[in-house]
Each structure stands twice: as structure tokens, then as C-alpha cells.
């Protein structure tokens, strides 16, 4: 069964960084292409950021580029969202997701984990 559980959200001021961390649990994430997509209630998804499988492409959303990074690593069994520069604007819920694909062109994001919130605030 394919689980996702992302991490690493919490509150930080304008400028800041973090990164989020998004582990699979109980299948190999290095199968498949893994994208990064934000989400409000009531709002429609953004999405961020896709690491592909196949050959580790990264594809970027135009509120990621330059500012966000995707990276994965296989023998942890997680793919992280490395966040810079963060503006008030980019408050949301982060989720990570798949559809057990390997390439981003196209990604449907049929299974994600349960979010994790990250507030930029001073």
C-alpha cells in the first residue's frame, strides 16, 4: 500500500527557510516520480515541484523556481522540498504525492500523505 507522510512544516519569518520531508512507508519511493503540491481548504492545489524516477529530472512550478529545490534520497526512502526565501504568501498546507508513475510530465496526484503546514509570519 502506498503511504506518504510529509514532515518538517512549521512557522518561520519572511526571508527564512525550511526544508520538508516526505518519507514513503511500506514501498520503495525510488520507483516512482514524486511531486511536492500545496493547497488550501477551498482553494485549488499549486503544484510545486516533481522529481522523477527514471532518470531524477526536477520539474518546477513558477512559485517554486529559483527558490525551492527537489531532491531525493533513495536509501532513506525520502524525497525533501528545500524551501528558501519564504514570503508570507507561501502559508499553506504541503502536501507530497504520486501516482505511482516515474516520469512528472502528466503527474496525477492519486495518492498523498496527510500534509504538513508551514506558516511564514513575523
Known amino acids: 500500500q502506498v503511504q506518504l507522510v510529509e514532515s518538517g512544516g512549521g512557522l518561520v519569518q519572511p526571508g527564512g527557510s525550511l526544508r520538508l520531508s516526505c518519507a514513503g512507508s511500506g514501498f520503495s519511493l525510488d520507483y516512482y516520480a514524486i511531486g511536492w503540491f500545496r493547497q488550501a481548504p477551498g482553494k485549488e492545489r499549486e503544484g510545486l515541484a516533481c522529481?522523477?524516477?527514471?532518470?531524477?529530472?526536477?520539474y518546477y512550478g513558477d512559485s517554486a523556481k529559483g527558490r525551492f529545490t527537489i531532491t531525493r534520497d533513495n536509501a532513506k526512502n525520502t524525497v525533501y522540498l528545500e524551501m528558501n526565501s519564504l514570503k508570507p504568501e507561501d502559508t499553506d498546507v504541503y502536501y507530497c504525492g504520486t501516482d505511482t508513475g516515474s516520469h512528472c510530465e502528466g503527474i496525477e496526484y492519486d495518492y498523498w500523505g496527510q500534509g504538513t503546514q508551514v506558516t511564514v509570519s513575523s
Open positions: 522529481i522523477s524516477s527514471s532518470d531524477g529530472s526536477t
